[in-house]
């Protein structure tokens, strides 16, 4: 069983639709989520923390249900400029850090 | 802002060469990491380091080595490089006091 997986979709959405990604960890002993943005032929860049209580950066959103092993980012008013890849990361201990391998969205004009 | 610089966007080297994929990071971090990433497959754990001259085995060391001996740069050494070690190659750096990771630009490999 993988550590962390995601829907690899993709999510084609037009521009202004809100839009959710959900990622599931399967090691409950998980202490830190984070979610990061790929672009095309580029390196992932930290998009945001998730804490335990949620937490909003403008547009995004993210939660994590700890009872239920997963943690979720949701885009509202999507833009064009939004997408990219959405890479799910989950941190067990120290420097045991664990990938989803992406999730696929295309904002569509 | 942290920065961590790769030597080569793009390489190509033949099969049985030995390659040297360098990285340094400029905001004295303990940890260092080596990832590969392919399509379907994500991110994988090469080999890690958290000190100078300290390296732990990722999930698919076998192929590669690495070498820390200044605190700023990480390398990744492949032995003889295969054909199936053609992927996008991500060095990463963190603090013990920071949980995220900031990712190089990447190199991408190709072995022909």
């Known amino acids: 069983r993988k550590e962390v997986e995601q829907d690899p979709g993709p999510f084609n959405v037009p521009e202004g639709a809100t839009v959710a990604f959900n990622c599931t960890y399967s090691n409950s002993a998980s202490q830190s989520f984070f979610w990061y943005r790929q672009d095309c032929r580029k390196e992932p860049k930290l998009l945001m923390s998730v804490y335990s209580s949620g937490n909003e950066d403008g547009r995004f959103t993210a939660q994590l249900n700890r009872a239920s092993q997963y943690i979720s980012l949701l885009i509202r008013d999507s833009k064009l400029s939004d997408s990219a890849t959405y890479l799910c990361v989950v941190n067990v201990v120290g420097n045991q850090f664990y990938f989803g391998t992406g999730t696929s969205l295309t904002v569509i004009p | 802002d942290v920065k961590v610089t790769q030597s080569s966007r793009y390489l190509v080297k033949r099969t049985g060469e030995k390659v040297f994929l360098e990285c340094v990071q400029d905001m004295d971090h303990e940890n260092m990491f080596w990832y590969r990433q392919d399509p379907g497959l994500g991110l994988r754990l090469i080999y890690f380091s958290y000190d100078v001259k300290m390296k732990e085995k990722g999930d698919i060391p076998e192929g590669y080595s690495v070498s820390r001996e200044k605190k700023e740069r990480f390398s990744l050494i492949l032995e003889s490089a295969s054909t199936n070690q053609t992927s996008m190659y991500l060095c990463?750096?963190?603090?013990?006091?920071?949980?995220?990771?900031?990712f190089g630009s990447g190199t991408r490999l190709t072995v022909v």
């Open positions: 990463a750096s963190r603090s013990h006091r920071v949980t995220g990771y900031t």
